[in-house]
């Protein structure tokens, strides 16, 4: 059975010329060097698909749900093919006739909805990190995100000392935070993350909220971008915590006083930096802490190498994600680095994990860091 | 042999996880960048030279085909497998052997990536001159097999003019080493340029030893307006001829600028044609010198404006809009077909009309840019292959512009190669005696024609 695009979409499908150029961007197609595994690759497994020329078997579907949307191949198109759109919105389709998500995306699907975090750990766990155990009413809301919450605490303590240190009067859903859905969207299963979507807006409406602040970039695109799709009103501005922390030191209500005699290089998380062009803030706070030196790595920016988790990769295709993840820590040493700085729970997760796999440096969250220089 | 058999006699020769006949990775290989498609029956990645051979050996005994690949970016269909048997990726041979400072070469595998070796050459302040669009992702070994060229063509000449010697593996397991390591050489036949440009016809390329050069120190750009194609035709010639040497010498016409314009989002004076002309050299002055004389040659042709660009930022965002041209002209259809038809430089003019006529004819979108220094051009027909009729009539001005380049006195193709694009228009341009003395040539080196076979001309 092949699949059906809205007309947008499809024309994105045949615009691509096979030129091949993302060949040197696509970090799968770098791990994999076979061309199934690619960009382009996948754009013709699609064509096809939409031709019907070709079954969804779990071949086709594995390379297509073996991409983290990191958009490095949208860099280098000369056609400017929308490429992640198009993946994500043919994942939505595979889903929608019952022949994907993967199994490993399902069960996410399914932790989830009992637990209300990808983990399936207690839902009342979430508390444990929390000075908000009761919600109360306030403009500026932390969305704390799942990782930080069960997988790494000291990003919530961090977050809670930067925003004491700074005044700033703020509130968090507690226990009834829900995991936001972010990989559920990248993985095509829509019908959830709009659940999800209206539960969460629900509670932001109830506490009177303004401001959302996400330290995940994950968070943030979905916050900022899907959830005003699937929810009518949606009057919230979402802002992501490198920002939030930037604005803060340059009103003056935070200061950065202790010094950190680290150099340190900065790995762009590809939701912030290629989705959002959030290059600069993320490197103004970095730059604003006493003694700390700031080296970049050769892919920087609008060129920075994808730490190979996100879109549902680390959690269907840990192989390839952990060779990514080396090979971008490879890169940070050569830079000669103490230290890894990111701000993205789930790259620091991933990353920290492949460092210490390949016995290289160590790798931080942004927050980690400024907490320290507090 | 049955297909499994022959899977397990490629196993053996360069490991299971070098092979592969699921029916995804053999989609995923049956297109390069031109419209052609041609499903392989087995992919291979050889690791070196001596698998390359016994690969060679083992398909030559059982007459396989054997189609051998780089990246994939190739324009004319080279890497289109016509007839089902082994495609030969040759991706994974990619070290630099060797970079020789004191006699000005490389050595290098055929599937290094142009990038990747010009960044290893940039500590030494040399490069490689020739620069294909598709130099990020393209080999070495595609770029010989080819013979690709590029903006810098007009001055530096294509990869031909680059090329010392090759590793060749021949159709019967041979490996073979032609030209020297010296800069000249007349040591009987020259089968380095035999083989560039065979479009992996003759035999599959391993390696190949390239001259380099110094880095120039500068380079600056100017931009000249016309509001005829005559007399940016007429500026062009006059540049060309003169002493300044221009190490690029681009057109657009008005269609290819107002579709830039608006997807770069860049202001452009009106005009009906758009020459961007590069120069390069040791010193700024002597670069400066030459760009204001260029200037004075394209306003005694009545340029209606012309604008040097004197940083490296203002450089890049030209030529960067330059660049977008393809892309910027495909968002007007979904499908195009990127043509390099060539004429003499001076032809140019009579071309550009001849190709705006054929464009009425058709009922189709033609807008033509390209290396108009070189007489390179690229007439990107536009249309949307779901449409039917529209693409029949695509297909047709095609073959009204090879027609026409042909008429003036020029060449199917200035860098794309023939392959199974223009092989069947090869007669138009070569008579029967030449294609006769290629075919013998062919089948001299392949008695079996196992080798891409279907490519260069028809029947082959």
């Avoid at chain 2, 195009?336 to 009922?363: G, W, Y």
């Avoid at chain 2, 060449?411 to 794309?416: D, F, Q, R, V």
Wanted: charged share 25%; aromatic share 6%.
């Amino acid at each position: 059975m092949g699949i059906k695009l809205p007309e947008e979409l499809e024309i994105e499908v045949y615009r691509c010329f096979r030129c091949g150029y993302c060949r040197a961007q696509c970090p799968v197609f770098k791990v994999k060097q076979n061309e199934s595994w690619g960009a382009r690759g996948r754009m013709i497994l699609i064509k096809s698909l939409i031709e019907g020329n070709i079954d969804a078997t779990s071949a086709v579907v594995d390379r297509l749900y073996c991409c983290s949307l990191c958009k490095a191949c949208e860099t280098s198109c000369p056609a400017l093919v929308r490429t992640s759109d198009v993946y994500e919105r043919v994942r939505e389709s595979l889903v929608e006739q019952k022949q994907a998500p993967l199994d490993k995306h399902r069960s996410i699907a399914e932790k989830i909805l009992a637990e209300g975090n990808p983990f399936g750990l207690p839902r009342a766990e979430r508390l444990s990190s929390y000075q908000h155990k009761n919600p109360s009413s306030a403009e500026v809301l932390y969305f704390v995100g799942c990782v930080p919450s069960y997988r790494r605490p000291s990003i919530v303590r961090s977050v809670e000392k930067i925003l004491a240190a700074a005044g700033v009067e703020y509130t968090a859903l507690g226990a009834q935070e829900l995991c936001c859905g972010s990989v559920l969207m990248r993985t095509g299963q829509t019908p959830t993350v709009k659940k999800l979507a209206q539960q969460n807006t629900k509670r932001f409406k109830e506490l009177g909220v303004k401001k959302i602040v996400t330290v995940c970039p994950g968070c943030y695109l979905t916050l900022k971008v899907d959830y005003p799709k699937f929810v009518e009103d949606f009057p919230f501005e979402v802002v992501h915590i490198s920002d939030f922390i930037n604005q803060l030191l340059q009103s003056g209500k935070l200061k950065l006083t202790k010094q950190v005699g680290l150099k340190v290089t900065f790995h762009d998380p590809c939701h912030l930096g290629r989705r959002f062009n959030i290059y600069e803030p993320p490197r103004n706070v970095l730059l604003s802490i006493p003694g700390l030196k700031l080296v970049e790595m050769p892919h920087n920016r609008e060129n920075s190498q994808c730490c190979g988790a996100g879109g549902g990769v680390r959690a269907a295709f840990s192989d390839v994600t952990s060779k990514i993840g080396v090979s971008r820590m490879e890169e940070a040493a050569q830079t000669k680095a103490d230290l890894l700085v990111t701000s993205c729970p789930f790259c620091c997760l991933n990353l920290d994990e492949a460092g210490r796999q390949a016995q290289l440096l160590p790798v931080s969250d942004l927050t980690e860091i400024v907490a320290e220089a507090l | 042999m049955s297909e499994s058999g022959l899977n397990k006699r490629l196993a053996q020769i360069v490991g299971a996880e070098n092979v592969s006949t699921e029916s995804v990775d053999l989609l995923c290989y049956s297109r390069d960048a031109s419209e052609n498609v041609g499903m392989p029956d087995i992919v291979v990645w050889p690791n070196n030279t001596s698998q390359v051979s016994e690969i060679m050996k083992l398909a030559n005994e059982l007459k396989i085909t054997v189609t051998p690949r780089g990246a994939g970016t190739c324009l004319s269909g080279g890497p289109i497998p016509t007839k089902g048997g082994i495609l030969l990726v040759m991706t994974r041979m990619n070290k630099i052997l060797e970079i020789d400072i004191a006699n000005l070469q490389v050595l290098v595998e055929c599937g290094v990536v142009w990038q990747d070796l010009n960044n290893a050459l940039t500590p030494y302040k040399l490069f490689l001159p020739p620069d294909p669009a598709s130099k990020d992702a393209c080999t070495i070994g595609g770029c010989m097999a080819e013979c690709s060229g590029g903006v810098r063509a007009v001055k530096y000449g294509t990869f031909r003019d680059w090329a010392l010697g090759l590793q060749v593996v021949l159709p019967n397991g041979e490996i073979i080493e032609t030209g020297a390591k010296t800069r000249k050489g007349v040591s009987g036949y020259d089968l380095t340029r035999l083989f560039i440009g065979s479009e992996g016809t003759l035999g599959v390329i391993t390696r190949a030893r390239l001259r380099i050069f110094p880095l120039p120190r500068c380079r600056l750009v100017m931009s000249a307006y016309f509001d005829s194609m005559e007399s940016a035709g007429k500026a062009i010639f006059r540049v060309m001829t003169s002493d300044l040497i221009p190490s690029a010498a681009e057109l657009m016409d008005k269609q290819t600028v107002e579709a830039v314009s608006k997807f770069m989002n860049m202001k452009f004076p009106e005009c009906i044609a758009l020459a961007i002309f590069e120069f390069d050299g040791s010193s700024l002055g002597e670069v400066k010198r030459r760009i204001r004389q260029a200037r004075k040659l394209c306003e005694r042709e009545k340029a209606t404006r012309v604008d040097v660009s004197e940083t490296v930022e203002e450089s890049d965002r030209l030529w960067r809009a330059r660049k977008s041209a393809g892309p910027a002209l495909a968002t007007l259809k979904p499908s195009s077909m990127h043509e390099d038809a060539t004429v003499p430089t001076s032809r140019i003019p009579e071309m550009l009309t001849r190709i705006e006529q054929v464009a009425q004819k058709h009922n189709v979108l033609i807008p033509t840019f390209g290396h108009v220094g070189d007489g390179n051009l690229h007439p990107i027909i536009l249309y949307d292959e779901r449409n039917q009729d529209e693409k029949k009539r695509a297909k047709a001005a095609t073959a009204d512009i090879f027609r026409a380049a042909i008429e003036l006195g020029g060449t199917l193709s200035g860098e794309h190669g023939i392959g199974l694009s223009k092989a069947p228009f090869f007669s138009m341009e070569h008579s029967s005696p030449e294609t006769e003395v290629m075919r013998k040539i062919k089948n001299a080196i392949d008695p079996n024609n196992i080798l891409n076979p279907g490519k260069i001309w028809a029947g082959a």
